[in-house]
């Protein structure tokens, strides 16, 4: 793979794009091209997205059981909840998933075959949750939705033999940003279980107004429009001005003190590396253990547009490493 640059629309050259990755990106944006408008959302969520095995597909490969169940919210609404396990697992550890698709699309299984490689090769517990999406549920819908999710998980662990005291929050993409938004409010209200958070490829800023905002127009996954349409849909007017919560998007924190182990990764050509790359930087500064991986010439979801590639295998035994580490350092503390 080359490391030269190439040229972008403004005046930022870009990273060279791998050619294993890119080679797969064209199936994807039949479907999800790269700029997103608000016009597109509909069409974009009727589209069937190329993506792998469905989730009851892979967990009878991977041997695990699974189950659904519901939380209920302070408004009455019923939010939807899968267990996956190894079949006579008890007092493992949880992992909390929030899947990606910009705000606006996706369920509860979209990119999940991260959290079913952790509970196959970790033996952890998995939840995820379905949360509402914008633009019809707008903020906070969607992160109060989360948040009931991460309560059931905390006050069920007797119920149904999980460990709620070692809970690991996992995010990607606008999952990421609902993760981390769940750590800084479970910081806040004191709220004990939380011992790390893994953001994959996260949307952190609605500000998005970084280099990388202005690298990526027109090309790759997900680029600066496609960005603002999914934070628009979120929040409409309220986009960029100083009326968001950190809750919603975790860049705007002034305080990362206090915040649970991290790891985060992202594609040297994804629109939002200059934030993800500043928020890791932040937290070191906060004194929080923070692990960032910087994936050359991959895109936003390289993991889920190419899992064969070799930057994708890399990332999955990467992260895979890095929830044992943790795991491992809490049995031992």
């Known amino acids: 793979m080359s490391g030269r640059s190439e040229s972008s629309d403004g005046d930022l050259p870009r990273p060279k794009f791998d050619r294993e990755i890119t080679s797969e990106l064209t199936n994807f944006q039949k479907i999800v091209p790269s700029t997103i408008t608000s016009h597109d959302l509909m069409k974009i969520r009727a589209g069937r997205i190329p993506t792998q095995p469905s989730f009851d597909a892979q967990c009878r490969e991977l041997g695990l059981e699974s189950f659904d169940t519901a939380a209920i919210t302070d408004d009455g609404a019923s939010v939807e909840l899968t267990v996956v396990r190894r079949p006579g697992s008890a007092d493992a550890p949880v992992v909390f998933f929030v899947h990606g698709g910009g705000m606006f699309m996706g369920d509860r299984f979209s990119g999940s075959s991260i959290l079913l490689d952790l509970v196959a090769e970790l033996g952890v517990v998995g939840v995820t949750v379905e949360y509402r999406l914008a633009p019809e549920f707008p903020d906070p819908v969607p992160r109060e939705d989360c948040y009931t999710g991460l309560s059931w998980v905390a006050e069920n662990g007797p119920t149904y033999a999980f460990d709620s005291t070692r809970i690991l929050l996992l995010g990607v993409s606008a999952g990421g940003a609902l993760a981390g938004g769940l750590a800084h409010r479970w910081r806040d209200e004191g709220r004990s279980g939380v011992i790390g958070q893994m953001l994959i490829y996260p949307m952190l800023d609605d500000r998005a107004t970084s280099p990388s905002c202005e690298q990526f127009v027109g090309v790759g996954l997900w680029d600066r429009i496609s960005n603002e349409t999914g934070w628009t849909a979120l929040l409409g007017s309220r986009r960029g001005s100083s ?15 206090g915040l649970p182990t991290t790891f985060l990764d992202v594609g040297t050509n994804d629109v939002l590396r200059d934030e993800i790359m500043d928020y890791a930087t932040r937290l070191c500064q906060s004194g929080v253990v923070a692990e960032l991986h910087l994936w050359p010439g991959a895109c936003h979801g390289f993991g889920e547009v190419a899992p064969g590639s070799r930057s994708a ?6 992260r895979i490493q890095w929830v044992a580490r943790q795991l491992a350092d809490i049995e031992s503390s």
């Open 243 to 257: 009326k968001v919560s950190p809750y919603t998007a975790p860049a705007r924190s002034q305080s990362l003190g």
């Open 313 to 318: 295998l890399l990332a999955r035994h990467t």
